[in-house]
Structures are given as C-alpha cells and as structure tokens.
C-alpha cells in the first residue's frame, strides 16, 4: 500500500513538474511575442466591445482575433500588437480591447446576448480616426406596441451601436421576421 502511494504522488510531481515547464514555455513564448511587437505610436484607435454577459472580437481585416472554437486569443494579433488587456477594475463583458491603426478596417465582433453557446456576429466595416475611442454596444431596442398578442410575442430588436468617444455614430438593428426569426444586422439612423 505504501508503495503504491508512493509512486502515486511520484507521478503527480512528475506531472506538475511537466505543467509548469508547459506553463513556462508558453509564457517565454509570449513574452518573446511581446517584446517583439511593433509601435504603433499615436496615431491608433482604440475598440472596445459590451453590452452582453460576453463579447468577443473575432478579427481585424484577415486576422483572427480570438478563435471562434477554443476562445483563446492569437499570439499573431498579440504581436502585431492589436491586443490590449483592460484593468482588472473596468472588465465588463470582455477582458480585452484592440488598438488599432488609424485606418479602415473591418472588425467581426461575436456577441453572447442569449446564451455562452450562441453567438450573434457583425461585421462592420469603419474608418478608425487617431486618438479615438470606439466602442460596439450591443442592447435591445425596446419597441412601444399594442397589447394584442401577436404584437407582445415578437421579441424586441437587438441592436449594436457604434460610438466614437461618447457620440453615437453608426447603429445596427436585427429586426425580427415572422417567418424566418431574426434577419441580418442592418444599419440605422443613426440619431
């Protein structure tokens, strides 16, 4: 008995022992990444996403930002230094932001409004000025209706609304359709 104890907690050290050279493999590799990231100076934007219990951004143009399937960010968006993580005190429904270069970009973002296993994507594509905050606010656009019952079962829109700074400058509705359920995000006024 005492013998198989022993080779017991013999293989667990053997194991964390391995873990922790995993563990610190992975952190040299993403410090290397770190320190290998490029300046981007100030003439970058910052993007942020929230309004749902999470949101993810899914790429910047052709790269991919957080993978869809493991959730876990690209060391490639890291490098390239798109990828910021926020402070501790001001995480909302996403951990991270993205700096970005003063230029056009399409940004695929993934919102959760429902559940952790069904995503909502939208895919816009801006002009991202220097020294700007952005940020995609995903809500319900609550609807005054009747009080018939048709009208009370049709759930209300989600929307996303883009802002630059404090001022809502593009907004983005998915209408429900009797037939099909939710449609595609459209762009709205935006006032």
């Not at 770190?34 to 219990?53: D, F, M, N, Q, W």
């Not at 990828?83 to 993934?110: G, M, Y």
């Not at 000025?129 to 005054?144: A, G, L, S």
Request: aromatic residues 8%.
């Amino acid at each position: 008995m005492r013998n198989i104890i022993g080779k017991s907690v013999l293989w667990g050290m053997c194991g964390m022992l391995l873990a922790s050279c995993q563990t610190f493999q992975h952190a040299r590799e993403t410090a290397n990444i770190r320190y290998s990231a490029p300046k981007l100076g100030s003439t970058v934007a910052t993007v942020y996403c929230e309004g749902t219990a999470n949101c993810e951004f899914e790429r910047i143009n052709n790269i991919v930002i957080v993978d869809e399937s493991t959730h876990l960010i690209n060391p490639s968006a890291i490098g390239q230094g798109y990828v910021r993580l926020k402070q501790r005190s001001t995480f909302d429904s996403n951990a991270i932001f993205l700096t970005l270069p003063a230029q056009q970009h399409e940004v695929v973002i993934r919102f959760y409004p429902i559940s952790p296993d069904r995503a909502e994507k939208i895919n816009v594509i801006q002009n991202f000025k220097p020294n700007k905050h952005y940020k995609f606010v995903m809500y319900r656009d609550r609807i005054k209706r009747s009080n018939n019952l048709l009208s009370v079962s049709v759930p209300d829109p989600l929307c996303v609304k883009l802002m630059e700074n404090e001022k809502v400058i593009r907004r983005f509705c998915k209408p429900y359709n009797v037939l099909n359920g939710l449609g595609e995000f459209i762009e709205q006024k935006a006032g």
